[in-house]
């Protein structure tokens, strides 16, 4: 004798069956991590921690010593661990840029650079306290002979600009390629190749006569 | 002949303008277009342990190791990679030997982060392979408390009905 009629048994096996296939997807769905995009951020913010306010009095004319303080931040959204280099650089106006598109560098000379270790959805941001300390006329042209970032000094030649206008700093990306243990502009993601960088202008119109 | 002695010097005299003119016009360009030639700093070389490290982390990551696990190897790295940056400052010729001490500190702490890597990644690929296993198997048990459950309202819609049906009066129209 059977408590439940074979009716009622293929009905149980039936519900039985059709819960088992949602409750088992619902559980392949937890189980697999879902794709998500993967970039860095970059940015440089003015002394106020806001994107304004980049150069003391909004005055983009620098002079010898005068301090500017920025904030410059980076945002790993990798979905790993990543080992990244903030470049940066010193253009004037005719001095290439980086170029998006084919993933180029600018090939402006590299000042200095800040490397971290980052993880997941992690940012790190540093204060960049810079300066120029000494900068000459020659001919018209203005040459920035020292910087000074985060009170480290820097000496360049022959950094010149007609002038003294548009002066640039450039910030790149770049990341160390785990695999190949070597640093590459900005990052391969999706089996494409990005980049990200960032760029402030600026003049030295007060230079010291040589 | 006179004449045509100084046509030619003439001649001669108009290339070399227009020689010089084009060459004075190059340079100008030239100078004009790249006014900018500064010299590059050198690139901060790092230790070559950091991208084998780097991939140990990565590891550890794809297997299912948490942030807070990561954070510590991360902190590792960047302990290494200050350590490198002070090492590499050392340039005059009594640092030198302060500057192996550090360099091997690096390469001691990459080390270290390699060792912890592993141990992280064969620990969450165990933990991850049991959550996914208990996850399908609380996919059976609910699928067997919802069959339960059903059984149970069912049977206690009959009950009802059942009740109600004896419960009915039956009047005359």
């Known amino acids: 004798m059977s408590f439940i009629s074979s009716q009622d048994r293929r009905t149980l096996i039936t519900v039985f069956i059709t819960l088992l296939i949602i409750c088992e997807m619902v559980a392949y769905v937890a189980n697999t991590p879902r794709p998500r995009e993967q970039f860095f951020q970059v940015y440089v913010l003015g002394a106020r921690r806001m994107a304004a306010d980049y150069y003391p009095n909004n005055d983009t004319n620098l002079g010898l010593g005068e301090p500017v303080t920025w904030y410059l931040g980076v945002t790993d959204n990798m979905g790993s661990v990543q080992l990244v280099s903030i470049r940066v650089k010193i253009g004037n106006q005719t001095i290439k840029p980086p170029d998006d598109q084919q993933a180029i560098e600018s090939p402006a000379p590299v000042v200095t650079e800040y490397m971290r270790v980052l993880q997941d959805n992690e940012t790190s941001e540093m204060p960049l306290v810079w300066s120029i300390s000494d900068a000459i006329s020659v001919n018209g042209s203005t040459r920035i002979l020292v910087l000074q970032f985060n009170n480290e000094t820097y000496r360049l030649q022959d950094c010149s600009a007609s002038g003294g206008h548009n002066f640039r700093l450039i910030f790149e990306l770049w990341t160390l390629q785990a695999d190949t243990d070597t640093f590459q502009f900005g990052w391969v993601a999706g089996g494409e190749h990005r980049v990200a960088w960032l760029q402030v202008w600026f003049n030295m119109t007060a230079p010291r006569l040589a | 002949m006179l004449r045509n002695f100084d046509y030619l010097n003439e001649s001669k005299l108009r290339r070399t303008q227009t020689r010089l003119a084009i060459a004075a016009a190059i340079v100008i360009a030239a100078v004009a277009l790249v006014p900018f030639v500064a010299i590059s700093q050198t690139v901060t070389m790092i230790e070559p342990g950091f991208g084998p490290a780097l991939v140990a982390v990565h590891q550890a990551e794809s297997v299912g190791a948490t942030p807070n696990e ?104």
């Open chain 2, 70 to 173: 990561i954070a510590s190897l991360v902190a590792l790295l960047n302990k290494a990679l200050e350590l490198n940056e002070d090492a590499l400052k050392l340039n005059g010729p009594g640092e030198a030997q302060n500057r192996i001490e550090l360099i091997s500190q690096v390469d001691q702490t990459l080390i270290t982060v390699q060792g912890q890597a592993t141990d992280l990644t064969a620990l969450a690929s165990h933990r991850s392979y049991t959550n996914k296993v208990l996850n399908y198997v609380w996919g059976i048990i609910a699928a067997v408390v919802g069959t339960v459950l059903f059984a149970f309202t069912v049977s206690f819609y009959r009950n009802y009905r059942i009740k109600r049906t004896f419960q009915m009066r039956i009047t005359r129209k």
